[in-house]
């Protein structure tokens, strides 16, 4: 962690791409004080020391530390912000500062009020939401109070300490910062959404229990059923229109066609012998 005091400028020696990352070598004048594996913010971005020697000391920069800061655009011979990290004793001169680089923002103007000067940095839109007026800010790596803040761009004022210290005082109008907000207002705010989504569940969770509620409450509407229908007898099957199947054809059938059964069935007669007539004797 980080207060934003800046401890000292350094110089870059080297700048070597390395695919998407790249490893850069910066000359210091803590360097023997200095240990591999130690933490440094270089222009407000927390890197590891991983080489050492006299007097400078190198880093590696993965992919992302490149896409988020303005590191890998450094030139040879360029100055830098340093600052090693706050011992637990230490006083806080500035705020919580953890070397996390949000955005490179983009110097958009520089004035001199007074003994002081204003610089004016445009952010991504989505950024501005962590600013406040005189709240933090740290822009490459030191602190800052912000003094206005817009819909994509904020101010802060320099004081001539400041000016004299750090890299901020030869930051033109076009010259790229890396822009770290204030850790707290990003906690606060995950804290507010996620007590508005629970709010937002109960809520929902209520009105449906209300909704249950007067359902079970509201008089139950009468149903009326008609009665049931009684089985009807199977009608009987519509006769023919024809002379056939009328009744009066059907008793002429009977009594004619029934006879002649009978007679069928019953014996033939015999015809009965003639009498032999007898001649005179």
Do not use: W
């Amino acid at each position: 962690m980080f207060t934003g005091i800046v401890e000292s400028m350094g110089t870059v020696v080297r700048l070597t791409r390395r695919g998407g990352g790249a490893h850069l070598e910066i000359k210091t004048p803590f360097t023997s004080e200095l240990q591999i594996g130690e933490s440094v913010a270089v222009n407000g971005a927390c890197v590891t020391v991983t080489e050492r020697s006299n007097d400078a000391f190198a880093c590696d920069l993965v992919p992302e530390t490149v896409a988020r800061t303005n590191l890998g655009i450094l030139d040879v011979g360029e100055e830098v912000n340093l600052e090693r990290p706050v011992r637990a004793a230490d006083r806080l001169g500035g705020h919580i500062v953890q070397g996390h680089v949000d955005a490179v923002g983009v110097v958009r103007s520089r004035r001199k009020v007074g003994a002081q000067e204003m610089l004016e940095i445009t952010v991504p839109f989505e950024l501005t939401r962590y600013l406040a007026p005189q709240g933090s800010v740290a822009l490459d790596g030191v602190s800052l109070t912000v003094v206005a803040v817009d819909r994509d761009r904020f101010k802060v004022a320099l004081i001539p300490h400041t000016v004299s210290v750090t890299t901020l005082g030869k930051k033109g109008q076009g010259a790229s910062v890396n822009v770290e907000v204030d850790v707290l207002s990003k906690y606060v705010e995950r804290h507010m959404n996620a007590r508005n989504a629970r709010s937002s569940i109960a809520t929902l969770f209520e009105d449906v229990a209300r909704e249950a509620e007067a359902r079970n409450d509201a008089p139950k509407p009468r149903v009326i059923t008609a009665p049931p229908r009684k089985a009807e007898a199977p009608k009987p099957r519509a006769a023919k229109a024809s002379a056939a199947s009328s009744p009066t054809a059907t008793v002429k059938k009977e009594s004619t066609v029934k006879p002649k059964a009978a007679a069928a069935r019953r014996p033939a007669k015999r015809p009965s012998p003639k009498p032999v007539r007898r001649g005179r004797q």
